[in-house]
T-cell receptor, first 112, second 114 residues
């Protein structure tokens, strides 16, 4: 959806390096959901952010929703091969009380 | 099982054939969603059920697509007279509440129409 832009589209990172993926909305974000997808598999829920300025961490992955609530970033520290996959953001922009709009995903490759 | 399951995982159909894709949501989950995901894209919403009621089918691309959830649990997505443009991964997701919060996805069914 052009309403939700993810950048970069793909990323190749040396193992051990840090990286950041961004998700930018043209509308106010009432909820932002980060998922990870491996090839041939479904989406795995990572984190949900709802409040401007909110930041959540899980292991080496940190996600933040900016104060103006139109952008979220996902930061991975000291990347590992297990982090490889496609990261997708889904957003609640109040199009309905159940529909999310989705970014196209960021493909992350970790070089050993 | 603990998660959402889908079957078959892979389906190859000849153009014009009918296919049926099954989704077993997490037990007790009220909401069920079907998405279509093209290669390199995010999921595209197809339809939404709350229990057995299909509350939104606005994302179904044509009248060849039909979904049901007769007993409020298992759901089936049927595609009649498949076309090459139907080739995609079909994802099913469920959530506990009648909202978009924290959807749990199945592994998907990869449909290839030849």
């Amino acid at each position: 959806s052009q309403e939700l832009e993810q950048s970069p589209q793909s990323l190749i990172v040396q193992e051990g390096k840090n990286l950041t993926i961004n998700c930018t909305s043209s509308k106010t974000l009432y909820g932002l959901y980060w998922y990870k997808q491996k090839y041939g598999e479904g989406l795995i829920f990572l984190m949900m952010l709802q409040k401007g300025g909110e930041e959540k961490s899980h292991e080496k992955i940190t996600a933040k929703l900016d104060e103006k609530k139109q952008q979220s970033s996902l930061h991975i520290t000291a990347s590992q091969p297990s982090h490889a996959g496609i990261y997708l953001c889904g957003a609640d922009v109040r199009a309905s009380n159940y529909q999310l709009i989705w970014g196209a995903g960021t493909k992350l490759i970790i070089k050993p | 099982g603990a998660g959402v399951s889908q079957s078959p995982r892979y389906k190859v159909a000849k153009r014009g054939q009918d296919v049926a894709l099954r989704c077993d949501p997490i037990s007790g989950h009220v909401s069920l969603f079907w998405y279509q995901q093209a290669l390199g894209q995010g999921p595209e919403f197809l339809t939404y059920f709350q229990n057995e009621a299909q509350l939104d089918k606005s994302g179904l691309p044509s009248d060849r697509f039909f979904a049901e959830r007769p007993e409020g649990s298992v759901s089936t997505l049927k595609i009649q007279r498949t076309q090459q443009e139907d080739s995609a991964v079909y994802l099913c997701a469920s959530s506990f509440q009648g909202s978009s919060y924290e959807q749990y996805f199945g592994p998907g069914t990869r449909l290839t129409v030849t």
